[in-house]
């Protein structure tokens, strides 16, 4: 009978081990790496009626032959109101739990090593119509540098801001220091890090 002796078990075990961590480590990679990423919400009138996500992502591929990504929205309301993106062109949408999944093709195919500058504005209607708001953000790429921020009208500046990082469990109030007057009047709130966490939920959370 054929026998393997208890060291070749370890080391059959061993690569088998090593194996299975390198096909996790790629599965983790992704399409690309964001080398910067600034996520604005601007409620656009008093009530709350209107609203524009603008995302703006300076990115790294990872990857050879990219030809299409997946952006993701949720929320309140007419989420999907208004819809533009570049580069690139919306395909299809398909839910994915709460979410909606958008898919851009981006008309042409992309090599690993290039760069990209991902521009991403979402009209939302009536979404913001109570008196408590929030504005999510997940980390789904390895991210360099994140800035996440709320621009409120003039005539209705927030009352209080906090911003919850959900996996850590950690809410920070956003003082004076996260805030400032635009030149218009209106009031921006925002958060900033060189360090987000992989796969964490970072919310902006208020009351007006």
């Known amino acids: 009978m054929f026998q393997i002796a208890s060291s070749d078990w370890l080391v059959l075990v061993f690569q088998a081990w090593e194996l299975i961590q390198k096909i996790r480590a790629e599965r983790m990679v992704g399409l690309y790496e964001v080398l ?3 996520h604005t919400l601007e409620l656009c009138d008093v009530k709350g009626k209107r609203a524009v996500f603008r995302k703006r992502e300076k990115v790294k591929l990872l990857q050879d032959y990219v030809a299409s990504y997946v952006d993701q929205a949720w929320g309140r309301g007419d989420i999907l109101a208004d819809y533009r993106c570049s580069p690139g062109k919306p395909v299809d949408e398909y839910p994915l739990g709460h979410k909606r999944c958008i898919l851009i093709s981006l008309q042409g195919i992309r090599r690993r090593g290039e760069t990209m500058l ?3 504005d979402r009209t939302v209607r009536n979404g913001f119509t109570l008196k408590t708001g929030w504005s999510e953000t997940v980390v ?3 991210t360099h540098r994140f800035r996440t921020s709320v621009i409120f009208p003039a005539k209705r500046p927030p009352r209080q801001v906090t911003l919850l990082e959900v996996n850590q469990n ?3 109030f956003l003082g004076e220091s996260n805030a400032e007057v635009l030149p ?4 921006r709130v925002f958060w900033e890090t060189l360090s987000p966490k992989l796969f964490e939920t ?4 208020w009351t007006w």
Not at 202 to 205: A, D, G, L, N, R
């Open 140 to 142: 789904q790429h390895r």
């Open 170 to 172: 950690r809410t920070t």
């Open 36 to 38: 910067d990423f600034d």
């Open 118 to 120: 991902i521009s991403i």
């Open 202 to 205: 970072y919310t902006i959370k």
């Open 184 to 187: 218009d009047g209106r009031h």
